[in-house]
Structures are given as C-alpha cells and as structure tokens.
C-alpha cells in the first residue's frame, strides 16, 4: 500500500513571498503520478499541478512548479510570489497508473494548512 | 458543463437513519470515484466507477455503505443505519479516464462534497 507523508501542518508567509510545501511518500511501484490539490475554505478540491513519474522534468504551472526527486521519493510544491487567494488546505496525493487489476484511487496526505498573510 | 455537482450539500440526519447522496460527474467522464474526508484529515478513497461497473471497493466501505451509478451516469451513495462515526465529508470525483493524453491515467476533478453530520 502507498502512504503519502506531509510534515507540515501549517505553514504562514507574507504575501509575495515564495513558500515551499514538503511532500514524501513511499511505494514499490515504478510508475505513478502525483498531484497536487488545493481545498480553500469551505470550497472545493481543485488540482493545482500533477507529475508522471516516468517525467524527469519537473511540472511547472503559472507561479506553481515542483521539485520531484524519484529516488528519494521526495514531491514538493514551489509557490512563487505568493497571493491571499493562495491561502488553503494543500493536499499531496498519489496513483497508481490502471493496470487492468484496478486501482485504489488517489491516496492523499493530511495536508498542510498554507496561510498567506497580507 | 459546470463540473461536477453533488446533492445535497449538507446533511443532518439522526443515527440510525438512511441516508442517501448523489454526484453528477462532468459530462463524458467515464469514471466516477468517491471518497470520505474527516476534519483535519486528507480525503479516502471508497470506491470508483468506470461507467456502469464498480471496479474497486475499499475496506473502508463497510456493508452498510453502497453505491450505484445506473447507465453510467449520476452515481448514488447511500449509508444505511448511520452511526456517529459516519460524520464527514463525502466527496465525489469524475475522470475522463483513456480520453486524455495520459492514456494510463487521468486527472480527477472534485465537486463540492455533501456534509453529513449524524446526530
């Protein structure tokens, strides 16, 4: 079974400053893909940026862009020029790729609360 | 399309009682999951959906949760005789799974979640 691990419950930044959220996770799959999700207050889940893991280049959207080193199992999350509206739950999630024996779905971790101060 | 919708957006209902929720996925996405998310947790994967057929069930989704999506649809998530622990978010996601670049796999987009609070 895969666990994705977020070691950060809470994270605060001044407006456009750059924050930088941890995600690791664990699995003996060779491929698989990675996202990234957003859940602002009382709203819902939307995706910010995902990887494939058979992708050495890092995934890059807009201000969002990761870090994704395969070997150490390692996804973090680069938000540049931080914004209020960024303010949120983000959510590190993991899949496995359908291989016609099923798949479990997203396995997410706790989250990481990013507060963005004015 | 304006994505995926989720009815009702809360529930308040006594343990004990059924309960019975529903997810209307974007427009042509053939997979259709749910999942639970306590507070201060990240959401779990219950089970999912690839039109018509359940392909996955979670040891999460004991036998007094079931879930159909007729014709390949809107999907229905019911609990029978709700308990306490019940309380949590549900929310529903839909993927357009084997129409994207991907071809493996394909982003899942949520809708707002139904809150189910048990009394």
């Known amino acids: 079974a895969q666990t994705v691990t977020q070691s950060q419950p809470e994270m605060s930044v001044q407006e456009a400053e750059t924050v930088t959220l941890s995600c690791t996770y664990d699995t003996s799959e060779s491929n698989y893909y990675l996202f990234w999700y957003k859940q602002p207050p009382s709203r819902q889940m939307i995706l910010v940026i995902r990887q494939e893991a058979y992708k050495q280049q890092n995934a890059t959207e807009n201000r969002f862009s990761v870090n994704f080193q395969k070997a150490a199992k390692s996804f973090s999350l680069k938000i540049s020029d931080s914004q209020l509206g960024d303010t949120a739950m983000y959510f590190c999630?993991?899949?496995?790729?359908?291989?016609?024996?099923?798949?479990?779905?997203?396995?997410f971790g706790k989250g990481t609360h990013l507060i963005i101060q004015p | 399309d304006t994505g995926v919708s989720q009815n009702p957006r809360h529930k308040i209902t006594k343990r004990g009682q059924n309960v019975t929720f529903r997810c209307d996925p974007i427009?042509?996405?053939?997979?259709l999951y749910w999942y639970r998310q306590t507070l201060g947790q990240g959401p779990e994967f219950l089970t999912y959906?690839?039109?018509?057929?359940?392909?996955?069930k979670s040891r999460l989704l004991s036998d007094r949760f079931s879930a159909e999506r007729p014709k390949g649809s809107f999907s229905t998530l019911e609990i029978q005789r709700t308990e306490q622990g019940d309380s949590a978010m549900y929310l529903c996601a839909s993927s357009p799974f084997g129409r994207g670049t991907s071809g493996g796999t394909d982003t899942q987009y949520f809708g707002p979640g139904t809150r189910l609070t048990v009394l």
């Open positions: 427009s042509e996405h053939n997979r």
């Open positions: 959906f690839q039109n018509e057929a359940q392909l996955e």
């Open positions: 999630a993991f899949m496995k790729p359908y291989s016609g024996g099923g798949a479990d779905g997203l396995t």
